[in-house]
């Protein structure tokens, strides 16, 4: 269920929802209905926001994030192809330097 149906029943008399105790342990539980949401931003900074508030900062979060995915995997490309290009230019520096010993004098490779 997204958060947008939940929303929509606290009217109903609340939800129902699951939360970790321990890494294994997870309970149920079921909240009152409210009018807002605490949310964790971080750095030991909890905020409280109206649940249209909060959804419109997570999606804008998570559009944010999808754009800074995208430019990695960019990045990452690129980083991929100059491998290929350095390996491809150490070959060539091998082999010259295995021509050029033959050509001073002897098979000393």
């Excluded at 754009?67 to 060539?92: C, G, H, M, P, Y």
Aim: net charge negative.
């Amino acid at each position: 269920m997204c958060i947008r149906d939940r929303v929509s029943t606290q009217s109903t008399g609340g939800i129902e929802t699951n939360f970790g105790l321990t890494e294994s342990v997870f309970c149920s539980a079921k909240c009152p209905p409210q009018d807002s949401i605490h949310l964790w931003l971080g750095a030991n900074v909890m905020c409280e926001y109206t649940f249209v508030d909060a959804i419109e900062m997570l999606e804008k979060n998570l559009a944010a994030a999808k754009e800074n995915l995208a430019a990695t995997l960019e990045d990452l490309s690129w980083l991929k192809d100059q491998r290929v290009i350095l390996e491809v230019n150490v070959a060539r520096m091998y082999n010259h330097d295995v021509v050029t010993r033959r050509e001073k004098g002897g098979d000393q490779v």
